[in-house]
């Protein structure tokens, strides 16, 4: 997979050098690249935003630094551009999954009050173009968004994480939160691992994650467990 991320604080995305994502570059499974908008910018001051038309507060992002930047990424295909935005939809482990299979990634962050609209207008012709957001709070600027969403998506490509089995029992994989997990000593200050689990007995052990997996999802995030669908559970989980 190729990525490309586009910003006026590069520096902000040196930690996609690190950790598994960091291998996964190293490993030749990841393509990455982070470019400073302002190398396509034309006047002295490397003028990158303006005062938004109509009024109001705060500065917007000027159209032909952009238009510059995403052309110089554009290959053959239609690339997906992520636009990080608190007025995008949020981004999801089910969009994670798509967008692992894809080709190639171009990120856009925006700083101030954001990227003037003509920019994705124009995008659209060239690119699919997704406005996408962490979730229901504002952030500064995309960088952030950035790494979130380029690690979700990079530890989803083949080889990445070592051992694909623990993509499989993770929060989201199955609509519902992971179950708690314990390691040794079995007893640790008065508190002690759940006896089943040292049982041996694969199946009740299946069984008594199944059931955690539910009860915590019901306390924490009940408006998961409302949008499961109904052929996902089994009569034991309606027993829960
Ligand atoms: Cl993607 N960007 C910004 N600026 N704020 C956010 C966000 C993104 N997601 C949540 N808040």
Redesign the pocket.
């Known amino acids: 997979m190729r990525i490309d991320v586009f910003s006026i604080f590069p520096e902000y995305l040196a930690a996609l050098d690190l950790s598994l994502i960091g291998k996964a570059r190293q490993d030749g499974l990841l393509a990455l690249s982070v470019h400073n908008l302002r190398d396509f910018t034309t006047d002295r001051h490397r003028t990158v935003d303006d005062t938004p038309y109509g009024g109001g507060a705060g500065m917007v992002m000027k159209p032909e630094p952009w238009a510059q930047a995403l052309e110089s990424v554009h290959g053959g295909a239609r690339p997906v551009l992520i636009v990080?935005?608190?007025a995008?939809a949020v981004f999801t482990q089910a969009m994670a999954h798509d967008l692992a299979r894809e080709e190639h990634l171009v990120f856009a962050c925006?700083r101030y009050e954001g990227i003037d609209e003509r920019v994705l207008e124009w995008a659209e012709g060239s690119f699919d173009v997704r406005p996408?957001?962490?979730?229901?709070?504002?952030?500064?600027?995309?960088e952030v968004?950035v790494l979130a969403m380029v690690e979700a998506v990079a530890r989803l490509l083949p080889g990445v994480v070592g051992n694909p089995e623990s993509l499989v029992e993770e929060s989201h994989s199955d609509g519902l939160l992971e179950y708690p997990v314990y390691t040794k000593p079995s007893a640790w200050r008065d508190l002690a691992v759940p006896e089943i689990l040292l049982s041996g007995n694969h199946a009740r052990i299946a069984r008594y994650r199944r059931d955690e997996q539910l009860r915590r999802t019901a306390r924490r995030r009940p408006d998961l467990l409302a949008r499961l669908d109904a052929g996902s559970l089994d009569a034991a989980d309606l027993a829960v």
Do not use: E, F, K, T
């Open positions: 990080p935005s608190p995008g925006g996408l957001s962490l979730g229901d709070y504002v952030l500064n600027g995309g968004a």
